[in-house]
């Protein structure tokens, strides 16, 4: 059977992919590092990926399938996956978790609602690594009700003062701009007051300060802002319909974008390579428990592969019901992710106690507990994650709210004057 002229186009493009990243990166020696285990970035450190960056877009490898006009090179999607398969045998760019909240979340999302002017502004710059988006998300008193923000913008003549401030914003330390939820109409329902601005984090007013993580790093980081002033250029999306935005980055963020694919880091042909390599470590490949538990971690591995598979098919064939679908893979690595930490502390036995020195593997395999539960909270809990296909693809009935409908000025003013022993 002859080939079609679309798939003679990729292998060719393929090709020259090929030889692109074999002239100018280095090879990958070991597996990618993943956000669970990243350590902390040092500004040298970013500043030597900014460059690679720069190198990787100047090639026309950022941005494959994103918009021309927007700095991107417009190519069909089986461009990009032709270039990650190549790709995978390199060092690409690394900025850790703010890569993918730049390219990943922000980007789609900024591509979605912000306005052309804005995209021009700021897109190619991401591309090219110049700009490093971060989410300012979460208030410390809203987190799982993200609708609930307290951090404001004012309007005072032809500029909105941003106040409050804004928690767990990943990498935040190292980056450039943080996209942040605002609430700037405290008289309507909180769903519908909400706006969404670009900060420069090096602005006047913002002050960001890193959480030390139980791993040791200090990745987290929290947000003051203090009479930080902004135009009307840094305004994503439109004022007051902020939501509209916000269920679209959910929606990047559990990956069920337009162009979903199998979420998973693992190499499902063999058998947890990792875990196998701890078991070589701890002289157990031919323990019969050890074998039984890496056979364990492999049969969920394949599961989870399948899973992420089957869910890309369903968004691919039904985008409407994308963001309730992507839960599935959302809970899926919540609830896995801690069963296989486990088994990988069961194969380190004592080594995952005690280590000679950070590299060890029994280090790895404790900082993986550690860090397990991560998926189970960032980006929305499981129990959220339960909440949205129950509703969103089950057709079951909501949950109660007291404040459906309620102005948000009322729905605070009512909290602080709650009693447990109202009437």
């Known amino acids: 059977m002859s080939e079609t002229p679309e798939r003679v186009a990729i292998q060719e493009y393929r090709a020259r992919a090929r030889d692109w990243l074999a002239a100018n990166l280095e090879p990958r020696t070991g597996p990618a590092e993943s956000y669970a285990h990243a350590a902390d970035k040092s500004e040298a450190y970013i500043t030597e990926q900014r460059r690679l960056q720069r ?14 006009e927007y700095g991107g090179q417009g190519l069909p999607r089986a461009c990009q996956r032709a270039f990650d398969a190549e790709a995978r045998r390199y060092r690409m760019p690394d900025f850790g978790i703010v890569g993918g909240t730049s390219y990943g979340v922000c980007a789609m999302t900024m591509l979605a609602h912000g306005s052309p002017e804005f995209l021009r502004r700021h897109i190619p710059r ?3 690594g110049d700009e490093l988006f971060v989410q300012f998300f979460s208030d410390p008193e809203a987190g799982s009700d993200l609708a609930g923000v307290r951090t404001q913008a004012v309007r005072r003549g032809d500029t909105w003062v941003l106040n409050g401030s804004k928690i767990w914003s990943s990498g935040a330390y190292y980056a450039d701009w943080g996209m942040c939820l605002a609430r700037t109409d405290w008289d309507v329902p909180k769903h519908q007051g909400l706006t ?3 900060v420069p984090i090096r602005a006047k007013g913002v002050t960001v300060r890193r959480i030390r993580q139980i791993n040791g790093n200090a990745e987290f980081c929290q947000e003051f802002f203090d009479d930080v002033e902004l135009g009307d250029e840094h305004v994503i999306g439109a004022v007051n319909d902020g939501w509209t935005v916000t269920r679209t980055m959910l929606l990047h963020e559990r990956g069920g974008g337009s162009d979903p694919v199998p979420k998973t880091a693992r190499d499902v042909r063999r058998p947890a390579p990792d875990l196998v390599a701890l078991a070589a470590s701890r002289d157990r490949l031919d323990d019969p428990l050890a074998q039984q538990l890496v056979m364990r971690a492999h049969i969920d591995d394949v599961a989870r592969a399948m899973l992420g598979r089957r869910l890309g098919a369903l968004i691919r064939a039904d985008p409407a019901r994308a963001g309730g679908v992507a839960s599935y893979g959302k809970l899926a690595a919540g609830t896995y992710d801690p069963i296989r930490a486990n088994l990988a502390l069961e194969i380190a036995e004592d080594a995952a106690v005690t280590w000679p020195d950070a590299g060890a593997p029994g280090a790895d395999a404790a900082t993986g507990l550690l860090n397990s539960r991560f998926m189970a909270i960032a980006g929305g809990t499981v129990e959220m994650q339960r909440n949205s296909i129950g509703e969103r693809v089950l057709g079951l009935p909501r949950e109660p709210s007291f404040d459906t409908g309620k102005p948000f000025r009322e729905v605070i003013r009512d909290a602080h004057n709650w009693s447990p022993h109202a009437d």
Request: aromatic share 24%; net charge neutral; no cysteine.
């Open 126 to 128: 991401m591309l090219a």
């Open 55 to 68: 190198r990787v877009f100047e090639a026309g490898y950022a941005g494959i399938t994103w918009p021309v």
């Open 196 to 198: 969404w601005f670009a």
